[in-house]
């Protein structure tokens, strides 16, 4: 290795050797290669360059630069600011780049066959948050990439697996007791629909400080101030900078107000009053407050204790005193205390017996926060599936966060499934009704729309019915092996090879079309001959009214709304639109990419059908 330079001696020109400068300047050199040529050349030069391409604060720049996400497992933040020699960076650094070429390889696997995709997901979710920088590169794959679509979908699923995951496991450590943040607990939530997205717990709590600092640097005084005086300044700072609340009372049930994350970032900050108490409660605690949920029905009001021994403004009590009382304030919709005389009367106006008062005007368990938000989802699911049927119509509530919007409305409804289950039974006793009762609605959801959460199922369900007697235990076992044997299975080659194939079956696996009578946008993604369905469905469906009955070839089809429909070849009008908007962020789970010249989808099931 050499250095072009000219220097004079004796009238000859001399090479300057690399390795003639000193170490400072060639460990200076290494932060600028990249470090798998380190790795893999670089070092293998010399013995004094694998000894500088082994110096640990090398390996501590390309693990901050190199990888955004971390597994909790590694503590990373406290190993950053420890010594530099204290931690192995080097090991550390080989273990991510080993964590992206596996999760890679396994992505790689999933697209290529049908098959075996539960086992690989769980691979990939093992490496929990190490693996998500790598996810969210595949999910924004470069639109020129021949299977950019399926590529997309499948490391969304993936990664939306691994935030249902660390969703749950955040819950669980709430339901065994130990001390969950409420802006962490209620961000579960935003793990249910996040996919691809800033947001998760981490994020949430940075922009939660981010606050906090803001508030500081605008009241730099405020450590002077008295606890009254802090609270109140800090509702008015949210309200200032238009973080609580909606703007208009029409959108009250739109889904996104549930969601912390959502409400901290969007431009609009839209929040229902729980959320809004919920940015409050970590901007306060941030601040030094005991800042709390209050207990109040209906609308969700912030509490804000005094410090042991003095009142809110600051004063001494007498030893022995009576605590002073707490504050409460309504973040939602005023920068003023709210005194406790008003909200008696509220109370009573809405039919609270005064014996129930002092419950009801008490602080909120973590718990109860995460029910109610359920609650309120499921109040917009319920709301926005009546306004579907509904001759009249406000355009409210509306259901769009990052994605699809149907798909947001079922990430949506699981994680509120899963929340009632998990938190449902106060009471911890094993296998209770107010538990089991949510799960048949998770199992029909998994079987249909999460089958690669089978090991959430095994983990967080099966444990607690496996003792049990009767039906659910054993229904349960069932539905996980049908879905584990349907995997596990390939698919069965349906070849164009018998002249009932090539010439009985029209269409081909990736047109799209209008279904006839209903009017639905959907893509072709399988085919038979004629109705492969049994005589209850076929019953149940009407199909031997149709003109040609059950004799002509019937087709599997992925819907806009996310559903799979299966059409006889009749009510089937192929359409060839420029862009399939509504079907393009679904369409990766059996599809390379869209065809703009032929304006079909290119197939990606040819495992399953190797001629379409």
């Known amino acids: 290795m050499t250095a072009?330079?000219?220097?004079?001696?004796?009238?000859?020109?001399?090479?300057?050797?690399?390795?003639?400068?000193?170490?400072?300047?060639?460990?200076?050199?290494?932060?600028?290669?990249?470090?798998?040529?380190?790795?893999?050349?670089?070092?293998?030069?010399?013995?004094?360059?694998?000894?500088?391409?082994?110096?640990?604060?090398?390996?501590?720049?390309?693990?901050?630069?190199?990888?955004?996400?971390?597994?909790?497992?590694?503590?990373?933040?406290?190993?950053?600011?420890?010594?530099?020699?204290?931690?192995?960076?080097?090991?550390?650094?080989?273990?991510?780049?080993?964590?992206?070429?596996?999760?890679?390889?396994?992505?790689?696997?999933?697209?290529?066959?049908?098959?075996?995709?539960?086992?690989k997901f769980k691979s990939i979710a093992e490496f929990g948050y190490d693996a998500k920088d790598t996810l969210l590169r595949h999910c924004r794959t470069d639109d020129t990439a021949e299977d950019v679509l399926a590529r997309r979908y499948y490391a969304n699923s993936v990664l939306d697996h691994v935030h249902r995951a660390n969703a749950l496991a955040e819950w669980e450590k709430v339901v065994n007791g130990e001390t969950v943040p409420l802006e962490r607990a209620l961000g579960a939530f935003d793990l249910f629909v996040l996919h691809d997205q800033h947001g998760d717990l981490l994020e949430i709590s940075d922009i939660l400080d981010g606050l906090a600092a803001q508030f500081r640097a605008e009241h730099p005084s405020f450590n002077q101030y008295s606890v009254r005086r802090t609270a109140i300044a800090a509702v008015a700072f949210l309200r200032h900078h238009n973080l609580t609340g909606i703007s208009s009372d029409l959108a009250y049930r739109d889904l996104q107000n549930n969601y912390i994350g959502i409400a901290l970032q969007d431009t609009e900050h839209p929040s229902l009053p729980l959320i809004s108490v919920a940015i409050f409660c970590g901007l306060g605690q941030r601040l030094g407050l005991d800042a709390r949920c209050c207990g109040v029905p209906s609308h969700a009001h912030a509490m804000v204790l005094p410090p042991r021994g003095e009142t809110l403004d600051g004063r001494e009590l007498e030893p022995g005193a009576t605590p002073a009382d707490p504050m409460y304030l309504d973040p939602y919709r005023s920068d003023e205390e709210v005194s406790l005389s008003s909200l008696r009367v509220m109370l009573a106006e809405w039919g609270i017996l005064q014996l129930q008062f002092s419950r009801v005007l008490s602080d909120s368990t973590t718990t109860d926060v995460v029910l109610r938000t359920?609650?309120?989802?499921?109040?917009?699911?319920?709301?926005?599936?009546?306004?579907?049927?509904?001759?009249?119509?406000?355009?409210?509530?509306?259901?769009?966060?990052?994605?699809?919007?149907?798909?947001?409305?079922?990430?949506?409804?699981?994680?509120?499934?899963?929340?009632?289950?998990?938190?449902?039974?106060?009471?911890?006793?094993?296998?209770?009704?107010?538990?089991?009762?949510?799960?048949?609605?998770?199992?029909?959801?998994?079987?249909?729309?999460?089958?690669?959460?089978?090991?959430?199922?095994?983990?967080?369900?099966?444990?607690?019915?496996?003792?049990?007697?009767?039906?659910?235990?054993?229904?349960?076992?069932?539905?996980?092996?049908?879905?584990?044997?349907?995997?596990?299975?390939?698919?069965?080659?349906?070849?164009?090879?018998?002249?009932?194939?090539?010439d009985g079956v029209k269409y081909n696996i990736g047109q799209v079309f209008r279904h006839r009578r209903y009017a639905y946008t959907a893509v072709i993604t399988g085919w038979d001959i004629e109705c492969g369905m049994g005589s209850d469905w076929i019953v149940y469906n009407n199909v031997d009214s149709l003109s040609r009955g059950r004799n002509q070839s019937f087709y599997h089809a992925l819907v806009e709304d996310t559903s799979i429909r299966y059409v006889a070849e009749e009510n089937i009008d192929i359409i060839e639109p420029e862009i399939p908007t509504s079907l393009m962020s679904l369409a990766g789970r059996y599809f390379k990419r869209w065809d703009k010249e032929k304006r079909v989808f290119v197939s990606n099931v040819r495992d399953e059908y190797p001629d379409d």
Not at 41 to 54: E, P, T
Not at 390 to 413: C, K, M, Q, V, W
Not at 448 to 467: F, G, N, Q, W
């Open 374 to 502: 359920s609650r309120n989802i499921l109040a917009t699911v319920q709301e926005f599936r009546a306004r579907n049927t509904s001759s009249e119509s406000t355009g409210h509530p509306t259901i769009r966060l990052h994605a699809n919007p149907t798909a947001d409305l079922e990430n949506a409804f699981y994680s509120a499934l899963w929340a009632h289950y998990m938190f449902g039974n106060p009471a911890q006793r094993v296998g209770s009704t107010a538990q089991s009762q949510f799960i048949p609605l998770i199992l029909e959801r998994f079987e249909r729309l999460y089958p690669m959460d089978a090991t959430l199922i095994e983990k967080h369900v099966v444990p607690m019915y496996s003792s049990q007697s009767g039906r659910g235990p054993s229904e349960l076992q069932e539905a996980l092996r049908v879905v584990r044997a349907a995997d596990q299975t390939p698919k069965q080659l349906r070849r164009r090879n018998t002249p009932a194939s090539r």
């Open 4 to 119: 072009s330079s000219s220097t004079r001696s004796r009238g000859k020109t001399n090479p300057l050797v690399l390795t003639a400068l000193p170490d400072e300047v060639l460990q200076h050199i290494l932060f600028y290669c990249p470090p798998h040529h380190v790795l893999l050349h670089i070092q293998r030069v010399s013995k004094r360059f694998n000894r500088l391409g082994s110096e640990p604060l090398l390996w501590r720049y390309h693990c901050r630069t190199e990888f955004k996400y971390w597994d909790s497992k590694h503590q990373i933040q406290q190993k950053f600011l420890q010594g530099v020699g204290d931690v192995d960076w080097k090991r550390l650094y080989t273990h991510r780049r080993k964590v992206d070429i596996e999760t890679s390889a396994l992505l790689d696997s999933i697209l290529e066959r049908q098959s075996n995709r539960i086992s």
